[in-house]
């Protein structure tokens, strides 16, 4: 490498901001079903989780380019006996952690191991707000025991944010469930509406909700917001199949996000491991920084300069860097589209299809059977999405 | 609650402030988010210890940056910190 070019690539990392947060995916195994998982549909084919030491390297890797949001989810992170040891690492190392669980493996010898381990929050995810839906959505019982977590968390003083992903089935519950979300006192509510990845693509026209359940949950939420206050911050995620402009994925390709998977790849979103023809690196065999700032997996699709008609003139490519490579591969077929929730994408008329089959109650796709998300199903749908 | 010399306020129980040599700033955290704080912000809200009233913060900062005048900033941006709960005052 000549003195130019190392002057050049020394410029071009000093413009790429660092790798804020860190989403560290400890494993695929999971006790729940869910039918909106955004897992790989082929989780099941993935061996060998990272070891504890592995997890340690990535930390301490990610920490000096400076990662200062640490995630821990999967699956279920709790099925990790090497979670609290893992979270300790995390804390000592200066990253505000946080644990995104099921609360399914939470007791109180282990709550008190975290709290001790330094973390400082849990994000705690609810299917709805009544044991019976609750336990249908994720094929499991575990409303009572999800309840007792909460109880737990709130005791041991961590600030808890309560996730429910939102979707056809339990859209029309949501008075409820913010009740619920008030009820075990939470700080903050995700009243998240299913992005279709994963397990959610698969089950797609059973869970897109109709325009106007969509409108009475918006308005529900926002008189809770005025009667309330902001004693729980609530926030409600629209679904992106009904909007005209696609949303500012990941805050940008390479921008701010790490994924670490459970077998150790590297991806700049949760899901990018289903797109084509690019190779993402490995944390056994790459350092972050090399995965960070070169890696071709990371550079692809970073900025604006990949880009192909519609989005390469657009004035609005700079607030939304033309959506999701994901959703444009999955629709479009292209990971280089611009993604179909935009009206300016050729393929547009792929969403509005999906779009006016939803307000159609009854309509023969959505009333197949769901497929829950399980080992088996996911060797036997054996595809990305 | 009106923000005096006299109020003590105390960074939020569920936020935390630190030093971030990456971004070279203070930065506010708190669960699955961060604020980056400008040097200003920075430097009040890490007085914001529980101890110290709003009066003492203006002297230390005062003092610190050789400067005269501040406290009709601090009160501001403690009004601001207190409507975004990054601060408890009492």
Known sequence: ?385 | MAITTATVPKVGRNFRIQWEPAQDAYVLLYPEGMVKLNQSAGEILKRCDGAANVAAIVADLETTFNAQGLEADVIAFVELAEQQKWVDVT
């Not at chain 1, 993935?46 to 400076?66: H, N």
């Not at chain 1, 191991?113 to 929050?121: I, N, Q, T």
């Not at chain 1, 979300?181 to 700080?187: G, T």
């Not at chain 1, 065999?285 to 519609?310: A, D, H, L, Q």
Request: with cysteine; glycine share 6%.
């Open chain 1, 1 to 385: 490498m000549t003195d130019l070019s190392e002057a050049v690539a020394v410029q071009d990392t000093a413009k790429i901001g660092p790798p804020l947060w860190l989403l560290a995916e400890l494993t695929y195994r999971c006790p729940l079903h869910c039918v909106y998982c955004y897992n790989p549909v082929d989780f099941a084919k993935t061996e060998d989780e990272l070891t504890t030491e592995q997890w340690f390297k990535v930390l301490r890797e990610a920490r000096e380019l400076g990662s200062v949001q640490c995630g821990f989810s999967g699956g279920e992170p709790m099925l990790r006996d090497d979670l609290e040891v893992i979270v300790a690492e995390a804390h000592r190392l200066g990253y505000y952690t946080n644990l995104l669980t099921s609360g399914v493996g939470l007791n109180e010898k282990r709550i008190g191991a975290l709290k001790e381990a330094g973390l400082d929050h849990i994000q705690l995810s609810f299917q709805d707000s009544t044991r019976e839906m609750n336990d249908f959505l994720s094929s499991t019982r575990t409303f009572d025991l999800k309840r007792r977590a909460a109880d737990m968390i709130k005791a041991h003083g961590y600030p808890m944010v309560m996730n429910c992903t939102i979707h056809r089935h339990n859209i029309d519950h949501i008075e409820a469930i913010l009740q619920l979300a008030s009820d075990i006192d939470a700080e903050y509510v995700e009243l998240a509406n299913t992005q279709y990845y994963g397990w959610a693509q698969v089950n797609r026209d059973q869970l897109l909700p109709s325009r106007e359940q969509l409108e009475r949950a918006e308005r529900i939420t926002n008189e809770w917001r005025e009667k309330h206050g902001n004693k729980m911050k609530l926030f409600f995620v629209v679904p992106d199949y009904y909007e005209k402009r696609p949303k500012k994925c990941m805050n940008g390709w390479g921008n701010i996000f790490l994924t670490i998977t459970p077998d150790g790849k590297a991806l700049p979103c949760h899901t990018a491991r289903m797109l084509p023809g690019l190779e993402f690196p490995d944390v056994r065999t790459s350092s972050v920084r090399e995965i960070w700032y070169e890696s071709e997996g990371f550079n692809r699709y970073r900025g604006t300069g990949w880009m192909k008609e519609p989005c390469s003139s657009c004035p609005e490519k700079e607030n939304d860097y033309g959506g999701c490579r994901c959703q444009a591969y999955m629709i479009a077929n292209d990971p280089a589209a611009a993604d179909p929730v935009c009206d300016k994408s050729p393929f547009h008329n792929r969403i509005t299809e999906v779009v006016d089959r939803a307000q159609i109650a009854g309509n023969a796709a959505q009333v197949k059977p769901l497929i829950y998300r399980g080992p088996k199903e996911s060797l036997q749908l054996d595809r990305p999405f």
